[in-house]
């Protein structure tokens, strides 16, 4: 699962975004964003409900276009380069219901016109490396919420992308499945060296996970600070006992703090 | 509930038969089969004491009489096979348009607004009232059956596919997106899939109109089918035919809901946990 393509950066060039909403009112989602995500590297975008984080992952993704600004994808030597493969893990899972587990892992290989017992094989590998041999044939509505999510997990590696998109990964868990699975994916994007970008709204699990932290303003969003991570890995729960891990969290609290008062008090800002 | 272990602790072994008998006979199941064997009993016995032209009630067992001798002589198994085969062709007909029109009223907003008018007028109009304007069109041969069999189903079918894929969670189309999708495997393989309970619904319902709108037709005008003996039999006052291709009809009517209750089981068996 080493990294398949060239090293490219996502480079985001004073990224906007306004869009209509329902009502009429054109709502800035987006403002002036300026950001890289690196190759190889782990970004967390953190900040307070509403802020735009999920949209700069879609304008990452392609999904969305910006309406000012734009997105590059350069090599280390500044050359343009071509998008890079990217998967993304959703909150909601978004798994199949009526495929199987196997069956939802094996998917975008099929799109891809992968054969049968090829891709199975590979699916199945990429479910024993989340821990879920064995449920191949279970449909999702079997499983946990986060058996679902290492389901989702898999799904995205097994594609072997370059970059590996998570929105809010483990938003919809319980604490406990929490902590478990943050420690998991921190392994696996260890070890596959693949470029991630991690939106989350947790403090603990951006630290956990990223070696960069953006921090984001409220609506309309914008980077307030960019905080680099420098704790040795392999990074787990003990490393949350660590003096330096305590100043970081105290740093961004800090930041999102007030962003998230000021989202709060600010008319549509919990939407 | 508590009857039973009650009574099973208690049962003496000399009992035990006439109690298991009774255990049996109040079962739900088996009173429901006692209920049907009393009416048609009470119904033999009520037109023999009283007398009764066979014209106005014919007891069940001529009944049963006239239907095998139908089936064996009378060519009942052609006129069902006919009947048949205008249900389920005209609803294949159906299935593959209504389908297709769905779907492309699920994604084109343009074609939706096109055909959503003549939906919304042609939906609620009781389709028999269209037999006489397709005899004028289309004769009264297979072309017509096959129509008015299609006009049936296709409705439900339509609205049923359009719904089903309107509630798709749109999550599954950008995860599908992510993976790499493009537009037309989106519908093949995650609109399609997500909307066949819909689409099923539709088919019970769609069916269903088919076969009243096939039978009644076929008392229109037809030579051949139920509708056609059933109307014949009337019309010459063969009061126990007219039971028998009722007879047929209602057993038609069970065995198609209940092949559609497994079925429905079987599309399903993702849903429950």
Redesign the interface.
């Known amino acids: 699962m080493a990294m398949a393509g060239p090293a490219v950066a996502i480079d985001c060039e004073g990224v906007g975004l306004t869009y209509k909403a329902k009502t009429g009112t054109a709502v800035n989602a987006l403002e002036n964003v300026r950001c890289r995500f690196a190759p190889g590297k782990v970004t967390a975008i953190i900040g307070p409900s509403g802020c735009g984080k999920s949209t700069l992952l879609q304008i990452a993704r392609g999904f969305l276009d910006p309406s000012q600004g734009r997105l590059r994808f350069v090599t280390l030597s500044g050359e343009p380069a071509a998008a890079p493969a990217m998967a993304t893990v959703w909150q909601a899972f978004n798994l199949f219901p009526w495929r199987t587990v196997l069956e939802n892992v094996a998917f975008g290989l099929e799109l891809a016109g992968v054969a049968r017992a090829d891709r199975e094989a590979r699916a199945k590998r990429a479910l024993a490396k989340v821990d879920l041999a064995g449920f191949e044939d279970k449909y999702p509505k079997q499983l946990s919420g986060g058996m679902r999510q290492r389901v989702g997990i898999a799904r995205a590696l097994v594609m072997e992308p370059d970059v590996l998109l998570l929105d809010e990964p483990f938003g919809a868990l319980d604490a406990q499945t929490r902590l478990v699975l943050q420690e998991q994916l921190a392994t696996l994007v260890d070890t596959s060296g693949t470029t991630a970008i991690l939106v989350t709204h947790s403090i603990e699990e951006a630290i956990l996970l990223a070696d960069t932290v953006l921090v984001m303003t409220a609506r309309p969003g914008r980077i307030a600070a960019e905080i680099e991570v420098d704790l040795p890995r392999p990074r787990s729960l003990a490393t949350t006992h660590d003096a330096a891990y305590g100043a970081l969290f105290d740093q961004i609290y800090g930041l999102l703090r007030d962003e998230v008062v000021r989202a709060m008090t600010t008319e549509g800002g919990e939407a | 509930m508590l009857e039973r272990p009650l009574t099973d602790a208690s049962t003496p072994v000399a009992g035990s038969g006439w109690r298991r008998l009774a255990t049996w006979l109040g079962e739900p199941k088996t009173l429901g089969w006692l209920a049907v064997a009393a009416v048609l009993i009470g119904w033999e016995l009520v037109v023999i004491v009283f007398g009764f032209n066979p014209i106005y009630l014919p007891r069940p067992t001529r009944i049963v009489l006239a239907l095998i001798e139908m089936f064996r002589n009378g060519g009942l198994t052609t006129d069902l096979l006919y009947t048949l085969g205008r249900v389920f062709g005209g609803f294949a007909i159906a299935l593959v348009f209504g389908v297709a029109i769905g779907i492309w009223m699920a994604i084109s907003e343009r074609f939706n607004a096109i055909a959503d008018n003549f939906i919304a007028a042609l939906y609620p109009l009781p389709k028999v009232t269209l037999i006489p304007l397709l005899i004028i069109w289309l004769g009264t041969g297979g072309p017509f059956m096959l129509t008015i069999s299609a006009l049936g189903a296709v409705f439900p079918i339509v609205l049923n596919t359009l719904l089903g894929i309107r509630q798709c ?1 749109p ?2 189309v ?9 537009r037309g ?1 989106i519908i093949r ?2 609109l399609l ?2 909307a ?1 309970p819909s689409i099923f619904a539709g088919i019970r319902l769609g069916l269903g109109v088919s076969i009243i709108l096939v039978v009644a037709a076929e008392m229109v005008v037809g030579k051949l089918g139920l509708g056609a003996r059933l109307y014949l039999a009337g019309q010459v006052l063969e009061t126990e035919q007219v039971f028998a291709v009722l007879i047929v009809l209602a057993t038609l009517g069970i065995v198609i809901t209940k092949t559609q209750d497994a079925i429905d089981v079987w599309l399903n ?5």
């Open positions: 969670d999550g599954l950008l995860a599908a997106r992510d993976l790499g999708a493009t495997q393989m995650v899939p997500g066949v068996r993702w849903r429950v946990a």
